[in-house]
């Protein structure tokens, strides 16, 4: 069922455009990029995994931000915009909101899965696993954007040369 995921995040990361008002020519390489992101984050760590090699879930959701992160600023600088305008909406379907709720309630409350009860520190548990996912994310995003840095001097040069 990767591509209802994949199809799920590009309209979640379509609407947190336009809740982030975005303009309209910049919802399409937005949506695109969450897409990609889910894409790469579930194709990774799926069992089949991409290229006959299989990543954890927080390495995949790691590896995913970093893609964002570079065609994030390339397509970002030739559209004309920064590249947190696409950025943004499109890490948005990999955020581990999920996660921090239910280790919160796991926490708060405990809860019984299946036969067994979820004790205080498997709630810590799960709420370490949500920092990881949201450190993964952010910087892989910075990284991706360091990355690609060396790739925009052509673009910025065709930007000074129309403009004169």
């Known amino acids: 069922m990767l591509w209802l995921r994949v199809i799920c995040g590009a309209i979640g990361a379509t ?10 020519r910049h919802l399409l390489p937005a949506g695109l990029l969450g897409a990609v992101g ?18 954890g879930a927080t ?5 995913a931000a970093i893609s964002i992160g570079v065609l994030g600023r390339l397509i970002g600088l030739r559209l004309g915009a920064p590249a947190l305008v696409l950025v943004v909406p499109a890490v948005s379907p990999l955020l581990p909101g999920l996660r921090i709720f239910r280790g919160m309630y796991d926490a708060v409350t405990g809860s019984i899965v299946g036969t067994s009860v979820a004790t205080q ?12 996912v949201a450190l993964a994310i952010s910087t892989g995003v910075v990284m991706g ?5 060396p790739l925009d001097r052509q673009a910025l040069h065709r930007r000074r040369v129309r403009r004169r």
């Open 145 to 149: 954007d360091v990355m690609s840095a």
């Open 15 to 24: 609407c947190s455009a336009v809740t982030a008002r975005v303009l309209p």
């Open 59 to 63: 390495t995949s959701l790691a590896v």
């Open 121 to 132: 520190g498997e709630a810590v548990s799960t709420l370490m696993g949500a920092a990881a």
């Open 38 to 55: 889910l894409f790469l984050s579930g194709g990774l760590s799926s069992s089949l995994g991409l290229g006959g090699f299989r990543l």
